[in-house]
């Protein structure tokens, strides 16, 4: 398979001038990701006519990568001995994620990847491997620089709202910034309902939410609004629980039971049933969830109320709720630090979250009756039986006319790109990018 792409490389790349120019950004020193790089570099290294240079300025291309996989303990292929011994099989945990771009900041592919969780000896080859097959297509595509924009904008944009898309946007306003530095675009991960709050009083020029405004609350802000989707994301149940090494299985009915008080200790009977072979102890759950008004909390509690008629009846769906059982924590950060402070604790938060903060997380049954982890895989399934059950869209509040045709230009400039090259961006913090209809839609609609 490599000898292929080599020979078909090596054609692509001679019709290429003088060969590409490749840099490798410095990938963070840890296990995994030091892997990926040393792979990278020997595949690059094979391929005739590629030049690895030491500078990003003078490269076609740039690979960035980040991220950390890591053992999470073992399990014993007898179930009676409890020991870790020779015959143990490691369980891993954790993520790596790299992004192709041009040297002109455009980016032209990335992609996440998560390790199986019973070996991970293929994530650095087969991830190197695809960078390599991406810089063939691009080179095929011959991208070029992107237009830059008028230099006449040099007003600041500031936005607050959502934390569930909030390292994607810090991403993308940092991208955008350095190729239109004449446009400077703010942002604040606050919660939804803050973020809101902020474009009601006009404290802010733009807000985000993940629960989408209803005609009344559109009316309760100043200005006219449109609502824009930029991405989709999912939410996990994260968990911290010593001693379990196994991944956990969740129903419907066990998350809405959980959070609603009816299932208290970890080896009830209803989730011992569906984790046959973990020894769960009989510890009492510390139930986590929201204290802030969240599109988080909408997503979850909404996806609890499709699937549990008991929590439909009496809890319901919202940005805030009036939670049975639990103790709080402001924003996606705050839960994931609480589940990881917290010893036998669950908390909801958004995939990256829970990828970046080392937490474990399980796979819930879907419609189809099949049980699905969070990867990039299953998010971007959308529906049918691989996808995973608990995802949804974020948005933009952006007002339809700004206080100044600076402003009105750098918004629509920044949303065009968004749509657009932000969009090959969200691979590599797990997002699924929008559909290509609904991504179009809004391309249409910015005209």
Not at 169 to 184: D, G, H, Q, V
Not at 233 to 239: M, Q
Not at 305 to 321: E, F, I, L, P, Y
Not at 358 to 365: A, D, M, N, P
Request: proline share 6%.
């Amino acid at each position: 398979m490599f000898l292929r792409l080599t020979l078909v490389l090596g054609l692509a790349f001679t019709a290429f001038a003088a060969g590409p120019r490749v840099y490798l950004e410095p990938f963070p020193q840890k296990s995994g990701a030091a892997e990926l790089q040393r792979e990278l570099v020997s595949l690059l290294g094979k391929e005739h006519g590629v030049t690895v240079v030491k500078d990003a300025a003078g490269a076609d291309f740039i690979v960035s990568g980040s991220g950390e996989t890591y053992v999470r303990g073992y399990i014993g292929t007898n179930p009676r001995v409890v020991r870790v011994n020779s015959d143990s099989q490691p369980v891993y945990g954790g993520f790596l994620s790299v992004e192709l771009k041009t040297q002109s900041q455009d980016t032209v592919w990335s992609y996440l990847a998560t390790p199986s969780r019973i070996g991970s000896h293929d994530i650095n080859r087969n991830l190197a491997g695809q960078v390599i097959r991406q810089l063939l297509v691009a080179m095929q595509a011959k991208q070029g620089v992107r237009p830059a924009v008028s230099q006449q904008a040099a007003e600041v944009l500031t936005g607050s709202g959502a934390t569930f898309p909030g390292p994607l946007y810090e991403k993308w306003f940092a991208t955008f910034l350095l190729k239109s530095p004449e446009i400077p675009i703010t942002y604040r991960a606050v919660g939804s309902g803050a973020g809101i709050e902020a474009l009601k009083k006009r404290e802010v020029d733009f807000a985000a939410s993940d629960a989408p405004l209803t005609a009344d609350e559109m009316v309760a802000i100043p200005v006219k609004v449109r609502q824009i989707p930029t991405v989709i994301g999912g939410v996990v149940p994260a968990y911290h629980l010593e001693g379990v090494t196994g991944d956990l299985r969740f129903t419907p009915e066990i998350l809405a039971g959980i959070y609603l008080g009816k299932i208290q200790q970890w080896n009830d009977p209803a989730i011992r049933v569906v984790n046959k072979g973990v020894a769960l102890p009989a510890r009492r759950i510390a139930v986590i969830h929201r204290s802030d008004a969240s599109g988080t909390t909408y997503l979850f509690t909404g996806y609890l109320s499709q699937t549990s008629n008991d929590w439909k009846m009496s809890v319901g769906s919202g940005t805030a709720v009036k939670w049975p059982v639990g103790e709080g924590a402001a924003g996606n950060d705050g839960v994931a630090a609480a589940v990881a402070n917290t010893p036998d604790s669950l908390g909801y938060v958004e995939f990256i979250y829970a990828l970046r903060s080392r937490l474990t997380y399980g796979s819930i049954r879907n419609a189809a009756g099949r049980y699905v982890s969070p990867s990039l895989a299953s998010l971007t399934a959308y529906s049918g039986p691989a996808a995973y059950p608990i995802t949804g869209f974020t948005y933009l509040i952006v007002p339809e006319t700004f206080a100044s045709p600076e402003r009105n230009a750098a918004m629509k400039s920044f949303l065009r790109w968004m749509l657009t090259s932000g969009q090959k961006q969200c691979a590599s913090l797990g997002y699924a990018a929008l559909p290509e209809d609904i991504a179009k839609k809004e391309l249409e609609a910015l005209r």
